[in-house]
Each structure stands twice: as structure tokens, then as C-alpha cells.
């Protein structure tokens, strides 16, 4: 069955340095989300990705945060400075058009 | 501003009663639910869906209820088995054909006790 892949599964970094984290979403879907779940709180959107472009962001996904889609085939989520509370559990899903999204194992952030 | 709230963070049942788990929502807008199951240091898994033109959707062991006029929704395990213990999030969204953001509550944590 096919699923959406995430790398690394745990970074830790220094604060004020800057992180990408990799998704492989499913080749087929169209959309793709970040997400992150800061422990012990809700799963919160950050921004959706349709057609090579940002579609949807939230307010957490602020000037420090950016998404790309360099090859076709991966989908990334740069942070470039990063902050103390910036440490959470990071998301990504996919989904083709009109049906469930699918998620990723995580990538687990901690900033030092 | 929370969206969808699940007001129970934690629910114990015993192996083979039922499971009932609950989740409210503030936007009339929302057309589209899910429940996801999640177990530590795993991504969410989908389980179940409903559309806002139904009232109840069941597979298998699992039952989700939509109250529109409650703006409320439910998820019926049953008979609850031992490895359905995980964090449960229900989610929402609207326009479900436009790949918009879903909305998550904060999750119940069920137990099931052998």
C-alpha cells in the first residue's frame, strides 16, 4: 500500500539554525500539507501546497517557514532560523482531490 | 480559536463494551469529518469519514454519527478491543474537493482494559 515517507525521523538542532524536513508524499495525490503537533497539544495546520504554490497557510506559517517541491517527487519544509518553540512533531500529508488525507510518520524537532 | 474541540482528553473502557468518543464543532461551514487513530511517535492513520449529507457511517467495528443541528459528532467502537488503545482525533473541513486545511481537535486518549 502506498504511503507517504518522512526523513529524518528525529532532528535536533540549535536554536537560530536552519532545518529542512523531507516528505515523499503518495505519487498519485495532488495536495500536500504540513502539520505539527507540539507535545501534549493539537494537531495544527501550517500550510497546504497545490499545483506548485502555497494555497493555504496558517498564521504559525510565518516569514521563517517555507515549502517547496524541488523535484517532483519530494516536499519540503524549511524553517531558517529556528526558535525554541519550534519544537514539535512535524506532519506531512497528502491527499488526492476529495478524499482522505494521509500522513506521514513525523519528524520529530527539538531545538536546543 | 478552536474549531473542533474534543472536551474528553482521556476515556477507559473495558474489552468488549462499546467506546464512545466525542467531538464538537463551531463552523457551519464544515462539510466533511474524520476521526484519526494515533499511536506514539506514529502519524495519524485515517479511520473513518462522514460527509455532511449523511447522518451515520460504519465500517466494521466503527461507527461515526453526524448532528448537524449539534454540530456534534461521534465515533462508536464496538465491540472496543485492546488494540484500538491510541489517540483519537476527529478533524473537519470544508469544501472537502478543494484539499482545504483540516481542522483537528486536541484528541482523547482511549484505553482499553483486557
Known amino acids: 500500500e502506498p504511503e507517504v515517507t518522512q526523513t529524518p525521523s528525529h532532528q535536533v538542532t540549535q536554536m537560530g539554525q536552519e532545518v529542512i524536513l523531507r516528505c515523499v508524499p503518495i505519487?498519485?495525490?495532488?495536495?500536500f500539507y504540513w502539520y505539527r503537533q507540539i507535545l501534549g497539544q493539537k494537531v495544527e495546520f501550517l500550510v497546504s501546497f497545490y499545483n506548485n504554490e502555497i494555497s493555504e497557510k496558517s498564521e504559525i506559517f510565518d516569514d521563517q517557514f517555507s515549502v517547496e517541491r524541488p523535484d517532483g517527487s519530494n516536499f519540503t519544509l524549511k524553517i531558517r532560523s529556528t526558535k525554541l518553540e519550534d519544537s514539535a512533531m512535524y506532519f506531512c500529508?497528502?491527499?488526492?482531490?476529495?478524499?482522505?488525507?494521509?500522513f506521514g510518520p513525523g519528524t520529530r524537532l527539538l531545538v536546543l | 480559536d478552536q474549531q473542533v474541540k474534543q472536551n474528553s482528553p482521556s476515556l477507559s473502557v473495558q474489552e468488549g463494551r462499546i467506546s464512545i468518543l466525542n467531538c464538537d464543532y463551531t463552523n457551519s461551514m464544515f462539510d466533511y469529518f474524520l476521526w484519526y487513530k494515533k499511536y506514539p511517535a506514529e502519524g495519524p492513520t485515517f479511520l473513518i469519514s462522514i460527509s455532511s449529507i449523511k447522518d451515520k457511517n460504519e465500517d466494521g467495528r466503527f461507527t461515526v454519527f453526524l448532528n448537524k443541528s449539534a454540530k456534534h459528532l461521534s465515533l462508536h467502537i464496538v465491540p472496543s478491543q485492546p488494540g484500538d488503545s491510541a489517540v483519537y482525533f476527529c478533524a473537519a473541513s470544508a469544501a472537502r474537493n478543494t484539499g482545504n486545511q483540516f481542522y483537528f481537535g486536541t484528541g482523547t486518549s482511549l484505553t482499553v482494559i483486557p
Open positions: 505519487s498519485n495525490h495532488l495536495y
Open positions: 500529508a497528502s491527499i488526492n482531490r476529495g478524499e482522505t488525507q494521509y
